[in-house]
């Protein structure tokens, strides 16, 4: 006769699911220190040995890393490691820089239509946040500086959405989100009504998603970043007239 008795999973295995599970949602971000094994058995309810059995087995697959004296971190580089020779390639073409524009639009509708529907009121609370740091250093004297909050404000729609492959899609390309953002920002402030624009895009960016609208929500994700795709193209249109300009004045003297 078959057995048929349900096997009941190792503690080990479960608290290893349940870390994974945090590393997926983002409670866990990679570099982030785990809480001492203390702390974190208490929370889990199991016991220690327990606990390091489940620690040991992330390890053994790459997802954290044990530094002497220093605890248990979350792997740095867990994001970027199957993509990296991707990203390094685009991020030295400067002529794919419009296809990431377009895969921001795509991904970035989304997270905000996600947001809007799933965002908790802790979501919300760190969506304002992200906003007002972001507005308070948007006046042009550190771009990088802009340029960092603005990727830290869109990863934080992502987040929101709730949807652990959308969320690591975009973090994947967060780095690479952040040099096109200081490239954008620094062309697009040659425009005199760019700063205002990007400042009211934004806010209504955010205020779709704090008033629970999916659509309006993804409509002005879309809108945003229409804008600075139409920004960038019109200045490569320019650069292009003016290199024409000066091939044609070099050819007559």
């Given at each position: 006769m078959v057995d048929q008795r349900v096997r009941q999973p190792r503690l080990a295995d479960a608290i290893v699911e349940r870390l994974e599970s945090m590393i997926l949602e983002g409670s866990l971000k990679p570099g982030q220190r785990l809480p001492p094994e203390r702390q974190l058995a208490e929370q889990f309810g199991v016991s220690r040995p327990s606990l390091r059995g489940a620690i040991q087995t992330l390890a053994a697959r790459g997802l954290l890393v044990s530094r002497q004296g220093g605890g248990n971190f979350v792997t740095e580089d867990l994001n970027t490691r199957h993509t990296?020779?991707?990203?390094?390639?685009?991020?030295?073409?400067?002529?794919f820089h419009l296809d990431l524009l377009e895969f921001r639009d795509a991904l970035e509708g989304l997270a905000?239509?996600?947001?809007?529907?799933?965002?908790?009121?802790a979501d919300r609370q760190m969506l304002i946040q992200r906003h007002d740091e972001l507005e308070a250093a948007f006046q042009g004297?550190?771009?990088?500086?802009?340029?960092s909050l603005d990727a830290a404000f869109h990863l934080a729609i992502a987040e929101a959405a709730h949807n652990v492959l959308l969320l690591h899609t975009i973090r994947d390309v967060f780095h690479l989100l952040e040099k096109s953002i200081v490239e954008n920002l620094r062309l697009l402030f040659a425009r005199s009504d760019a700063r205002p624009r990007l400042v009211q895009q934004h806010r209504a960016l955010l205020q779709a998603i704090l008033d629970g609208d999916p659509e309006e929500a993804r409509q002005r994700a879309h809108e945003h970043m229409l804008f600075v795709e139409e920004g960038m193209l019109e200045l490569e249109r320019s650069e292009t007239r003016s290199q024409r300009s000066l091939r044609r004045a070099q050819s007559t003297t």
């Open positions: 990296d020779p991707l990203l390094g390639m685009l991020s030295r073409h400067s002529e905000a239509y996600y947001a809007a529907m799933r965002a908790t009121p004297k550190d771009p990088q500086y802009e340029a």
